[in-house]
Each structure stands twice: as C-alpha cells, then as structure tokens.
Nanobody
C-alpha cells in the first residue's frame, strides 16, 4: 500500500513562489519516477513535470518550463515542486503521482499511485 500526501499549497500573488511537497509512505517509491499534475476548474488534468528515480532525468510541460523545478530526496521519501514566477493561470489542484517504473513521461498511464491533491491559487 502506497500513500502520497501533498502539502504546501495556498494562496499567493502573481509573481510569487510556492514549494509543494509530496511525502510517500507505505511501500517506498525510491526506485520509481515521480510526477506532478494539475487540474484547473473546468479543465482536464494536465502534466506539469516528472523526475526519474535518481533525479537524473526531468521533464517539464512547456507552460511551466523555466519557472518550476522538480526535485526529490529519496532519503526522506519526498518529492518537491518549486514554483516561481507564478501566474493566475497556474491556479489549480496539484497532484503528485508515483510512477510504474524508474522513468516516466507525461502520460497519466505512466503513474500508478496518486495523492489527494493540494490547492494552489494565484491572485492577479
């Protein structure tokens, strides 16, 4: 049984920063890729970024490239999403996901485990 718990969401002004955390419990996912997705009201869930099991490979959506950074600390069983230069368009519920394999891409089908989500609201 794997549980993913996101934290760090909140309300921030445009141009501000937030750091999301995703803590893993149960079976550890240190050998699995981790991903971040988001879902805005009335929209489908979309890929934000992913990181391979050892952090050597990172993939980002074009919309967040250069502003968001994914990292992980396997010793702490935690993945992070550092979000800078936030825009109102970044407002969404953010979900972390545990991959099926050591490397994962942008497809939701690459991931097996999902957190409950954390709300990020960016005001203009």
């Amino acid at each position: 049984q794997v549980q993913l718990v996101e934290s760090g969401g909140g309300l921030v002004q445009a141009g501000g920063s937030l750091r999301l955390s995703c803590a893993t419990s149960g079976r550890m996912l240190s050998n699995n890729a981790m991903g971040w997705f988001r879902q805005a009201p009335g929209k489908e869930r979309e890929f934000v970024g992913s990181i391979s099991w050892n952090g050597s490979n990172k993939l980002y959506a074009d919309s967040v490239k250069g502003r968001f950074t994914i990292s992980r600390d396997n010793a702490k069983n935690t993945a992070y999403l550092q979000m800078n230069s936030l825009e109102p368009e970044d407002t969404a519920v953010y979900y972390c996901a545990g991959g099926l394999r050591a490397y994962a891409g942008s497809a939701a089908e690459d991931y097996r485990y999902w957190g409950q989500g954390t709300q990020v609201t960016v005001s203009s």
